[in-house]
Structure formats: structure tokens, C-alpha cells
């Protein structure tokens, strides 16, 4: 019989294949360049994003950077109450539960949202919209649940898998990761 539960590695591939989408679209949307290979994406000067559409600087000229990674693996383990290591790239684990942070720019997860949010309907048992930033939501199922949230910094994506606290629990996980997300 099939279950449910996600191994590390098949959550991985999942987030992957999501990402996919939104990186093609930022790869898209940001100007060609590159800085000192931090993993930040350099939207450009505001000079130069304001004299390609013709207008005055504004605040959207610098929304192409990525914030980074909100988190270190002993926050991460406070927040969830139980020892996560790092696994690199944002995302912490223990060899069962598993919490991913993806960033992105406003834009980029503006450009995605929308997709998403439809996903997240069909994929998860509950799907609520969050009170905080420009643009969120929260899924969750019994053993997983992700989470979006727009803040001006960027996008924030969230996904949890294996904590054993069914669905009403990896809400909870969800709700405290995002309210440690600095505005």
C-alpha cells in the first residue's frame, strides 16, 4: 500500500520542480549580470532600471534582489522544538522532518503567486489566506504544508514535511516560522 509521507529526497525534487517556474520567470524578468557570486541577483542600477521604461526611479527599480536565508539551523530547531541540522541552501532537516526556506524577489513571487495559490488547492486539505504582508497563504495536510509570503524584502516560501503533528500542527510549525520571518 502506497503512503503518503514524502522521503527527503522525493520532498526535494518536489521543491525543485516548483521552483523551476519561478526561477525561469526571474531569470526572465532580471537583467543579464552578475555580482560576486553571493546567490543575490543584482536587478541593476536604479539609473539603469529607470531609463529602460522611460520613468523617474521608484521604489519597484530595486526589487529584483533576493532577500537571503531568514534562518540559522539552531532558530529553526527552536521554532520547531526539535534539533534540525543545515543542509544547505536554507533548508534544515534530521533525517525524518524536513523545513525549507525558498527566497525570491517581490517580483518573481508576485509573478508566481497566483499559480501557487491554485496548486496549493489542490494539493493540500486546508488553504488560508495570511493577514501579513502584500500577499500569503498557508496550506496544510497531515504531513505536510507550505507557506507563501510576499513581505517588501521578497518572497518567502515555506515547506515542511514528517513532523508528525498532523494537520493542525504543521499550521502551527507554519505560523511560527512566518512570524520569525523579519519584515
Known amino acids: 500500500m502506497a503512503s503518503d509521507a514524502l522521503t527527503p529526497a522525493r520532498t526535494a525534487r518536489i521543491h525543485r520542480a516548483r521552483l523551476a517556474l519561478p526561477l525561469l520567470l526571474l531569470a ?35 526589487d529584483g534582489v533576493r ?21 544547505g541552501n536554507c533548508s534544515f532537516g534530521d533525517g525524518i522532518a524536513q523545513l525549507a526556506v525558498t527566497t525570491a524577489s517581490a517580483t518573481a513571487g508576485k509573478a508566481t503567486y497566483d499559480y ?29 504544508g507550505e507557506a507563501v509570503l510576499i513581505e517588501g524584502k521578497g518572497t518567502y516560501t515555506v515547506t515542511i514535511s514528517s513532523f508528525g503533528g498532523g494537520t493542525a500542527g504543521n499550521e502551527q510549525i507554519l505560523r511560527r516560522t512566518l512570524d520569525a520571518i523579519p519584515a
Open 28 to 62: 526572465l524578468l532580471a537583467p543579464a549580470g552578475c555580482d560576486s557570486g553571493d546567490g543575490i541577483v543584482d536587478g541593476g542600477s536604479a539609473d539603469t532600471a529607470a531609463g529602460e521604461d522611460g520613468g523617474g526611479v521608484d521604489a519597484g527599480a530595486v
Open 67 to 87: 532577500p537571503p536565508c531568514p534562518f540559522t539551523a539552531a532558530q529553526v530547531s527552536e521554532l520547531v522544538d526539535r534539533k534540525l541540522r543545515d543542509e
Open 116 to 144: 501557487q495559490h491554485d496548486q496549493a488547492g489542490q494539493q493540500y486539505e486546508k488553504v488560508v489566506d495570511l493577514d501579513r504582508g502584500e500577499r500569503g497563504y498557508l496550506a496544510v495536510k497531515d504531513v505536510r
